[in-house]
Nanobody, 124 residues
């Protein structure tokens, strides 16, 4: 079992920054892929970024490339999402997810473990 707890959401003005954290516990291993997704009412959960615990490769949705950065601190079992130059369209509930396949998934249906989500609101 894997437990994920997100934090760091809040209200920010357009152009501002936030850093989300995802604290992981349980059966986390170097093979785990960690992803960030976001969801707004009435829409499907959307891929934002992903990283593997053991690797340096990162993956981003086109809509956040150059603005968001995913990183991890293995010693703290924590994954971060640094969000800069925020736009009102970034407003959503952000979720952290984990999976143990031998590749890094970018679809929500491929992740087995999810956090409870944290609200990010960007005002114009």
């Amino acid at each position: 079992q894997v437990q994920l707890v997100e934090s760091g959401g809040g209200l920010v003005q357009a152009g501002g920054s936030l850093r989300l954290s995802c604290a992981a516990s349980g059966r986390i291993s170097s093979s785990a892929a960690m992803g960030w997704f976001r969801q707004t009412p009435g829409k499907e959960r959307e891929f934002v970024a992903a990283i593997r615990w053991s690797g340096a490769n990162t993956y981003y949705a086109d809509s956040v490339k150059g603005r968001f950065t995913i990183s991890r601190d293995n010693a703290k079992n924590t994954v971060y999402l640094q969000m800069n130059s925020l736009k009102p369209e970034d407003t959503a509930v952000y979720y952290c997810a984990a999976d143990f396949q031998n590749f890094v998934p970018t679809r929500a249906t491929e992740y087995d473990y999810w956090g409870q989500g944290t609200q990010v609101t960007v005002s114009s």
